[in-house]
């Protein structure tokens, strides 16, 4: 038998076992400090979505939409919750809060939401707690019913002073496809004191029961406004809030009272053309070429006798051909006539007077 000589290695294997053993009790136990686990079936929600930072009166108003998908994009199951983190920073030029300069403003649960308003999707919140002269910086992020949450928004910040009075007197004046509108010049700020960052002014309109319109991108200069994008018959109400420049930033005023006008067609059609009156047997014929406006609703015949010196309307219904017969009319007698044209419009424009056509019957 072969013996196999001694390597005096042996020892070394022990202790590369031992090693071994060590490092791999360390993966399976762990080491330091222990964390809260999270569910592994425990999916966070993405990033709200359409956040906006504007201002209202009194107050910074936050909004945003429901997220619709989680973290790794599929579709969102569980959501309990929103939470709001603000930071404040003296100055009104942008800076970039430190992470630990945000601290919690709101929890709104949605099982129970006594901050905040949920309308379907949307989410509104209203920050009335401001002081002047600083900067505001907001964040949120949905959480799901463990209370873990999910990603958090972009953040959005804006300036705060204090607001301009709200115009007042307002007054509103319908004309076709047009509404003149003008109220007093605003002077103060909301606590009395001279406002001297005056930015000018913002019209808002709206229909029925529809959300506001602004409707002129650049702030109005001077305390007079035409809306030329008014339609005829529909009735509009109206706003203006004055506006503030604090620092980058603009902040509005509260509403002014409110005004309604209703544009209506002013401009007649053209007048008739080609008026001719001609002898028949049951009476007076009378002939015109038809408008050539697109709106007319109907004709008017108007006559008088010889001597008489105002014209009378004949028949009280509009005429909707170029055509009426006179059967009033006595056999030798002399009479003139003329036509004109009426709109469809709710004010029933009238035309000038055609040219008279006479004839002796």
Known sequence: ??????????????????????????????????????????????????????????????????????????????????????????????????????????????????????????????????????????RVAAYDQEGYPGAWSRTLSHTWGTPPRAPQDLKAAPGDRIVHLAWQPVSQEQNGRPVRDLAGYRVYRRSGEAPWLLLHPEPATVPAFQDVSALNDVEYTYMVRALRRVGPDLIESRDSATRTAMPEKRTPPPPVLNLVAVAGERGVELRWDPSAALDVAGYRIYRRQEGEVKFILLPPKLLTRPAFLDELARHGRIYYYYATAVDNSRRANESIPSEEAGISY
């Open 1 to 138: 038998m072969t013996r196999l000589p001694k390597t005096g290695n042996r020892k070394p294997k022990t202790w590369a076992c031992y090693l071994f053993l060590v490092i791999a009790f360390v993966l399976v136990c762990g080491c330091g400090k222990k964390l809260a686990p999270i569910p592994p079936d425990a999916v966070l929600p993405a990033a709200v979505r359409d956040f906006r930072l504007t201002q209202e009166g009194d107050a910074l108003v936050l909004t945003w939409l429901f997220p619709k998908e989680n973290l790794l994009g599929q579709p969102l199951t569980q959501i309990q919750g929103f939470r709001v983190l603000r930071a404040e920073l003296k100055g009104l030029e942008p800076a970039l809060p430190y992470p630990e300069e945000f601290t919690l403003l709101a929890d709104i649960d949605l099982a129970y939401p006594r901050m905040g308003e949920v309308r379907g999707e949307a989410v509104i919140y209203r920050d009335h707690n401001l002081s002047p002269e600083k900067r505001y910086y907001y």
